[in-house]
């Protein structure tokens, strides 16, 4: 089984722990987004790899009309008792990134927290691209949240461990030069000493070749930068966030 399958299964109870997640940084997450496009607040929006919906719901609650869509039934099992929670109705769809089922609908489609390049093959991950412009309405927006591969590079630890607020988080990472991959290895360990593991392996894009795929896939691109904060994107930004529009 791919490891994008097979993940979700294993982090499904600790998600949001294990990467630090918090409501504040959904919060201003979602004010990037909306400060960085001009969208009607009945707007459609489709939040891709939407995970357990912390965006989706965030934007539901502001009244738009949004769409999640991801291949793990767990985690949308859990998106769903969540919007159902906050009293907000959002649109689950369990599918395929590379299937996005809406064609000509949606004004802004994102992808948040690096959850695109999963797959081993280079026009699968552009395919992906392709998705996006067929799904979106003429002039509609697409907003690509991503790691800086040459950040990565450049700063690379084989072993990284941090302390989360629920445990101890421990990745060892290794680089394939050859395939262009970030593979790691991670275990979170829980106050009470039980402990999951698995694996992620994720093709590193630089800039460049990111540009280069969405002009493939017919993006104009309108703005790009090194974090949410719109600090300029360069070798000392981790993160890569791209604005382009249909």
Not at 70 to 95: G, H, M, P, T
Request: overall charge negative; proline content about 2%; glycine content about 6%.
């Amino acid at each position: 089984m791919e490891w994008w399958k097979k993940t979700p299964k294993v982090i499904l109870g600790d998600y949001e722990s294990i990467f630090g997640l918090s409501d504040e940084i959904t919060r201003r997450e979602v004010k990037f987004l909306l400060d960085e496009v001009s969208i009607d607040t009945r707007a459609a929006i489709l939040d891709l790899c939407c995970g357990t919906g912390r965006h989706s719901i965030e934007l539901a609650k502001l009244g738009y009309a949004v769409t999640g869509l991801d291949i793990s039934e767990e985690l949308l099992r859990i998106a769903k008792q969540k919007a159902l929670d906050a009293n907000v109705e959002v649109r689950f769809i369990q599918e395929d990134m590379r299937n996005i089922p809406d064609k000509n609908i949606f004004d802004l489609v994102f992808i948040m927290f690096g959850a695109w390049g999963y797959f081993n093959e280079d026009d699968q991950n552009l395919r992906v691209l392709f998705q996006v412009y067929e799904a979106l309405r003429k002039d509609g927006h697409f907003v690509l949240d991503f790691f800086n591969h040459d950040w990565i590079v450049k700063n690379f630890q084989p072993y990284y461990w941090s302390k989360m607020k629920d445990g101890f988080l421990l990745e060892k990472r290794q680089l394939d030069l050859i395939n262009g991959r970030h593979n790691s290895l991670s275990y979170f360990i829980k106050p009470n000493g039980d402990f999951i593991e698995w694996e992620t392996s994720v093709r590193g894009y630089t800039l460049a070749e990111i540009l280069s795929m969405l002009d493939k896939a017919n993006f104009t691109v309108c703005n790009i930068y090194g974090g949410i904060n719109r600090e300029p994107y360069s070798l000392e930004s981790p993160r890569l966030l791209v604005h382009s529009k249909k």
